[in-house]
């Protein structure tokens, strides 16, 4: 402090004070200083002031907001807020503008390459890689996408798988010793007698070697036989058995055509070949052999010969006459996965149960159709062309498709034209048999799945995609052209993740193996990780043959059918402009979810748009592949088998899709599970130019993007209701014909049978009703639901681009509607679950979906009640009816609105 200073001051106020006139003022202005103190203290008290009114705004705030939000909905909802992770601050507004959705699909369009596709399918082509055989595969998968920036690792698993040593086929003369019974039980044992045998037809049961195929002359090549198949030898009488599918054992059945004992030939297409060997081996026969019918390659019209627009390959695009169809035998509807292992991973050491209720205990073999020919032609004459089958392309090789078998004398059979055997049969010295050798080598070995993760911002919001390395030989369709898309996707995700992208949900990558021989490496890591995926995953996109042709085939669960055709209309078709020929419905072909003719009424997909023609005048879809679909037939079927989105969507319950790009009617026919399904195939006359192989990536890649980078998943709820009514109303109307039909067969016997029949009918039908307004409810709800979403979506999107994080409430205002939103869409397929499983079939969960029981690849729709009625068991029809009734109660309850709190 200045005493000095201060003094002075003072003086020199009171000098002028006391030097006053009569004309000063009384009151004189007396200048002072500004007073300090009282200055530091108002800032103080307005800084304090401040400080106060903050915390009481955001005390406020809080209890406004944030209370409600997290307690309310604990009150109103099932709900648990606290086990929901905390809001990620890229959840659900992306902070990251410059690499928004729009970025993303512009990477997306313009990554994906022809020339490195190519690469990637020589490299994949080049070598064997069945099933267990090829680690180098694995590891070089694996390092790829390390490269592209995506953490994987190779997954093991110990499977029960066989290998071909050896196999013979050969069409011998018996010298028959006059007593039949002991010739019956020689063949029966299977007993040689090779001194007596006289060889008439040797199959060669070999691939030619084709000039400019490389593969087809690997000595690595895996010669042909059928996976899954029982190992043995058998001599034995022999008939036709048609495509060996329900209804041809049926009728074979009613025409008494002796199976017992004897070798069925069957032929390729309708259903799953597996269970051709089933129904035979269920009668008794003792072996298989299946053959390529090359009509079956020409449904619109078999004109004979090379048929077709052309000579066989390699000059043409036609089947070459040597080529066989492997594949797997086991009985897919019945049990996918290692038939050792249902329902749990088969990881070393487990316990294994016995196989044969999955596989068959019968040797089988595939054949081309020039081996076929001459046995065939031997059945000519001899018992039965039975009614409604079809004709093949054999009748130029003077087969005339018999059932046999030879010898067989039929009585005449009420409404069927007997045989009016041309030879004399029972009379004669000698017997034709069928000599049929199997022997394969079964091994319990690790098979490798390569797993990729992209972390998301949201962990617990998964999308997988998924595709199988493995394939019988060469494989550039079957799945080469897969794993190529899917690397090239990998690729473009390595691009997107340069540019520092972190996808909003979490997506895996799944390199599956062993799906060749019954979806072995999908089943088995979907069962390791059952309850994960049931808790995190929302949805499952396969892809195996991408392409083979220019026609795209599609398959998926309902939620997703509108993902799907916004993908399929953001995507140019390679071929617009050029004239094309119409879609193939070929049945030799292995189909995604096969045109069949069913045992139980209509799997045929929905038709998801029918105002297709609308939709194109007002849309500019010129040159979609969206528009050249719908032009050939805009039919999603739904998931049925022969692909490995079975374990996801029929175990685990995740909503799949699947698609494939297929030849069209006079287009290459491919050479499906054969030798020249090869790179020079494939580059020559299954995709020239590899343009279909870039397209399939980007259409997976579509879906992809609009699963994990739109805040509300955008699944249709509504889609799903009204897939549920329709299908429904086709099993009302299955059930209503065969009651008629029962009732009517049913006036001869006793009456009070009839009552019970009738009463049991009764009942059923009143609870499938029942069902029905359930069903009705459901789709009411479900309407409103996806409004609701759809206006979410909205105002989302409708907000600045990017919120500022003082705004920091508005974000967790959407966090927290579109978690429960999601909440509810992510788990609505869930619904649907019944774990005691399908009858018979206990590993397949879901109520809705199975594959077909008796056709394996496509889709049953309601397994529990088609089957019942199939079985007439009115009883169970009222059982499933119940328990179906109980997941769409669950559905709806799930998704009422009126449980959200928020509502508007
Ligand atoms: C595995 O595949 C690669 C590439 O296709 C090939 O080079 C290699 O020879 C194969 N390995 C075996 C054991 O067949
Ligand atoms: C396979 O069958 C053949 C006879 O058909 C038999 O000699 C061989 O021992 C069998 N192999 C196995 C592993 O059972
Ligand atoms: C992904 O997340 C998991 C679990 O949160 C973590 O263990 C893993 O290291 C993450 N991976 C990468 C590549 O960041
Ligand atoms: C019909 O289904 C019931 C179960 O609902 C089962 O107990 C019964 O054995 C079945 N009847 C026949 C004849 O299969």
Redesign the pocket.
């Known amino acids: 402090m200045n005493i000095g200073s201060t003094t002075a001051a003072v003086a020199g106020s009171r000098s002028r004070i006391t030097s006053h006139s009569e004309r000063t003022p009384l009151l004189s202005v007396v200048p002072t200083r500004r007073y300090s103190r009282r200055h530091r203290s108002t800032t103080c008290t307005r800084f304090c002031y401040i400080l106060f009114q903050v915390t009481i705004f955001y005390s406020i705030l809080y209890l406004l907001v944030l209370i409600p939000l997290r307690i309310l909905p604990e009150w109103s909802s099932p709900l648990k807020w606290r086990d929901i992770p905390p809001p990620h601050e890229r959840y659900p507004l992306p902070k990251n503008k410059d690499l928004g959705l729009e970025r993303l699909v512009k990477i997306l369009d313009e990554t994906p390459d022809a020339a490195k596709a190519k690469q990637w399918s020589k490299?994949?082509?080049?070598?064997?890689?069945v099933a267990g055989?090829?680690y180098?595969?694995a590891v070089w998968t694996k390092e790829k996408w390390e490269s592209y920036g995506i953490k994987s690792e190779i997954v093991e698993y110990e499977v029960l798988l066989n290998y071909p040593v050896g196999h013979r086929l050969a069409l011998v003369e018996r010298a028959a010793t006059g007593d039949a019974m002991e010739d019956d039980a020689a063949a029966e044992s299977g007993k040689e007698k090779p001194k007596e045998d006289k060889v008439l037809f040797e199959a060669s049961l070999e691939e030619d070697e084709v000039p400019g195929n490389e593969f087809s002359q690997s000595k690595?090549r895996l010669p042909t036989f059928h996976g899954y198949s029982a190992n043995g030898t058998v001599t034995a009488e022999f008939v036709y058995g048609g495509y060996c599918d329900y209804d041809s054992f049926k009728q074979l059945d009613e025409l008494k055509v002796p199976i017992q004992g004897n070798i069925v030939l069957c032929r390729y297409g309708l259903i799953f070949r597996g269970l051709k060997v089933l129904g035979a081996q269920d009668r008794g026969a003792v072996g298989v052999i299946i053959f390529t019918d090359p009509a079956d390659d020409y449904p619109d019209g078999w004109s004979g010969g090379g048929g077709g627009n052309g000579k066989p390959y390699p000059e043409g695009s036609g089947r070459q006459p040597s080529s066989v169809q492997r594949g797997s035998v086991q009985f897919l509807s019945l049990r996918p996965g290692d038939p050792t292992t249902p329902g749990y991973a088969s990881k070393p050491g487990v316990p294994r149960t016995d196989e044969h209720e999955a596989i068959p205990s019968i040797p089988s073999l595939p054949i081309s159709y020039l081996d076929a020919a001459p046995i065939l032609k031997v059945l000519n004459g001899w018992g039965y062309q039975p009614e409604g089958w079809k004709k093949g392309g054999l009748v130029d090789r003077g087969v005339d498709y018999w059932t046999g078998p030879v010898g067989f004398e039929p009585e005449r059979v009420r409404g069927v034209e007997a045989s009016k055997p041309t030879k004399t049969g029972s009379g004669k010295p000698t017997k034709t048999l069928l000599h049929l050798e199997n022997i394969v080598e079964y091994t319990l070995t690790p098979i490798w799945d390569v797993i990729g993760i992209i972390n998301g911002s949201i962990s617990d919001e998964i999308v997988v995609i998924g595709n199988h390395r493995d394939a019988w030989n060469a494989g550039a369709g079957d799945p080469v052209s897969g794993s190529t898309a899917v690397m090239e996707l990998s690729r473009t995700f390595g691009e997107m993740l340069k540019k520092d992208w972190k996808p909003l949900r979490t997506i895996i990558l799944a390199s599956w193996d062993g799906e060749e021989y019954g979806l072995v490496g999908s089943t088995e890591w979907v069962e390791e990780h059952r309850a994960f995926l049931m808790q995190n995953a929302v949805a499952y996109l396969n892809i195996d043959v991408a392409t083979s042709g220019p026609w795209l085939d599609a398959a998926s669960a309902p939620l997703m059918y509108k993902v799907f055709t916004d993908a399929m209309k953001a995507i140019k078709d390679p071929l617009a402009g050029s004239k094309r020929d119409l879609i193939h419905k070929g049945e030799s072909v292995r189909p995604v979810a096969a045109a069949m003719k069913p045992v139980i009424p209509d799997s045929e997909g929905i038709n998801v748009y029918q105002d297709r023609e609308r939709d194109h005048n007002r849309q500019n879809y010129k040159g979609s592949i969206y528009e050249i679909w719908s032009k050939g037939g805009g039919i999603i079927q739904p998931v049925g088998s022969g692909s490995d989105f079975v374990g996801f969507q029929d175990i685990a319950l995740i909503p799949s899709s699947d698609f494939s790009f297929r030849q069209g009617a006079s287009g290459a026919v491919y050479h499906y599970h054969s030798n020249y399904d090869s790179f020079d195939w494939m580059e020559k006359f299954g995709d020239p130019g590899f343009k279909y192989h870039v397209a399939a990536a980007k259409l997976i890649g579509h879906m992809v993007l609009s699963l994990t980078e739109t805040p509300v998943i955008p699944f249709s709820l509504t889609d799903y209701a009204n897939f549920l009514e329709k299908h429904l109303n086709q099993a009302i109307d299955f059930f209503d014909k065969t009651a008629k039909a029962t009732a009517t067969s049913s006036l001869t016997t006793e009456v009070n049978s009839d009552i019970n029949i009738i009463k049991g009918v009764h009942r059923s039908r009143e609870s499938l009703t029942r069902l029905g307004e359930q069903i009705a409810k459901l789709k009411k709800i479900a309407v409103q639901f996806d409004e609701e979403a759809v206006a979410l979506t909205q105002e989302i999107n409708d907000l600045d681009p990017e919120v500022p994080w003082y705004r920091w409430w508005q974000s967790l205002h959407y966090w927290a509607k579109v978690k429960e939103l999601n909440n509810k869409i992510q788990f609505f397929e869930r619904k649907f679950v019944y774990e005691d499983g399908l009858d018979g079939r206990e590993v397949f969960k879901h109520v809705v979906f199975a594959p077909g029981l008796w056709t394996g690849y496509s889709g049953a729709v309601f397994p529990g009640i088609l089957e019942s009625v199939e079985s007439r068991n009115w009883t169970n029809v009222e059982r499933w009816s119940e328990i179906i009734q109980k997941c769409v109660i669950d559905a709806t309850r799930s998704i009422e609105l009126d449980r959200l709190n928020y509502k508007p």
Do not use: F, L, W
């Open positions: 490299y994949y082509t080049s070598g064997a890689h055989k090829n180098s595969q690595d």
